[in-house]
């Protein structure tokens, strides 16, 4: 049986607010704004996912900020420059975000936490080991080690397309490798996803001991991000978690 994607396509409440980060028509976010307990909270960074590719973009993850929103934290889902063969404009559109995100948007606590989806949520491990101002990760499915997706060509080789010459520097892009980022990363995978193997993830936290895995029986790749699915209580466990860690 194929899996539940409507998650995908789903009409999603209006966010209160876009907000430009950069002069890039790609460098903007969909802010959700939380009730009064979001000013006790951390500013929660949505990344989607798509394999890193130019043709998806962060409308997937718009029912997943709304519904984040109405939990009672600020949300802000993050577009940014997804350019085959270019990652560094990618990794200056998140440091970017980051900084001007969290001052341009309202309540939260002051400090931020990044939840990120597929390739988002390999952005989310690798913004952790490269940004000080991050507190905790909430990984979804991440493509946590590039070398294994790599190894296996994911995606009709997703990786090598990402990275182009920037390949033959692996490490500067892996979360797998790079060192511990002394952060809590709290990462959830289904055992029955088919899009990003749930060996990435475990690879990734045999590696970082500040990374807790919690596998999800018979879970699928997108339920991660649809309120609607039965893993998503697991979801709100796990983002409470790390803003209590953040």
Do not use: C
Request: charged fraction near 15%.
């Amino acid at each position: 049986m194929s899996e539940d994607d409507s998650v995908l396509t789903r009409i999603a409440p209006p966010p209160l607010a876009r907000i430009a980060y950069g002069s890039h028509a790609e460098q903007y976010a969909l802010v959700w704004q939380g009730g009064a307990v979001a000013a006790t909270r951390p500013l929660v960074l949505l990344l989607h996912g798509g394999y890193w590719r130019p043709a998806y973009d962060l409308a997937h993850m718009n029912s997943m900020a709304a519904v984040l929103a109405a939990e009672g934290w600020t949300v802000a889902n993050v577009e940014y420059r997804r350019i085959p063969g270019h990652p560094e404009a990618m990794a200056e559109d998140l440091h970017l975000a980051l900084q001007a995100l969290l001052a341009r948007t309202s309540p939260h606590n002051g400090r931020v936490l990044v939840a990120g989806f597929s390739a988002g949520g390999h952005l989310a491990l690798w913004l952790a080991a490269t940004h000080a101002s991050l507190q905790a990760v909430v990984a979804l499915a991440p493509v946590a080690s590039l070398e294994k997706a790599l190894q296996l060509r994911l995606s009709n080789d997703a990786v090598s397309e990402f990275l182009g010459s920037a390949a033959t520097t692996l490490t500067d892009w892996d979360p797998e490798v790079r060192p511990d980022s002394q952060r809590p990363a709290f990462i959830l995978h289904g055992d029955a996803d088919d899009t990003v193997p749930l060996e990435l993830s475990q690879r990734y936290v045999a590696r970082h001991p500040h990374a807790q895995l919690k596998v999800l029986p018979h879970t699928g790749h997108y339920a991660l991000i649809d309120p609607l699915s039965p893993a998503w209580p697991e979801v709100l466990a796990a983002m409470r978690r790390a803003s209590e860690a953040a």
